[in-house]
């Protein structure tokens, strides 16, 4: 079984830029595709980028350009860059992994807060 713990999140001042790290403990964290989420107060949750196994990525349009999501299979992490931070970047930022076998892991997240 996977299991997915996230750190890094922060209160930061818009404009400023902050890492979210994704640690896996577990086999094969090469066989999972990664992704990043988040849910702000009140709002479902949404996807904000993702990382295939393969290495294709995808962005939410609300964060492309401005947010990085990248992997590292050798210490078995995901990190999210975020740079150029809004208010509305404020969320609970989840990571997750899934794989075509149906597996699909959760963390718990951790607070980003955008505010000045």
């Known amino acids: 079984q996977l299991q997915l713990v996230e750190s890094g999140g922060a209160l930061v001042q818009p404009g400023g830029s902050l890492r979210l790290s994704c640690a896996a403990s577990?086999?094969?964290?090469?066989?999972?595709?990664m992704g990043w989420y988040r849910q702000a107060p009140g709002k479902q949750r949404e996807s904000v980028a993702a990382?295939?196994?393969?290495?294709?990525?995808n962005y939410a349009d609300s964060v492309r350009g401005r947010f990085t999501i990248s992997r590292d299979n050798f210490k078995n992490t995901v990190d999210l860059q975020m740079n150029s931070l809004k208010p509305e970047d404020t969320a609970v930022y989840y990571c997750?992994?899934?794989?075509?076998?149906?597996?699909?892991?959760w963390g718990k997240g951790t607070l980003v807060t955008v505010s000045s």
């Open positions: 997750r992994a899934t794989r075509g076998d149906g597996r699909d892991y």
């Open positions: 577990g086999i094969a964290f090469g066989t999972y595709d």
């Open positions: 990382l295939t196994r393969v290495g294709r990525t």
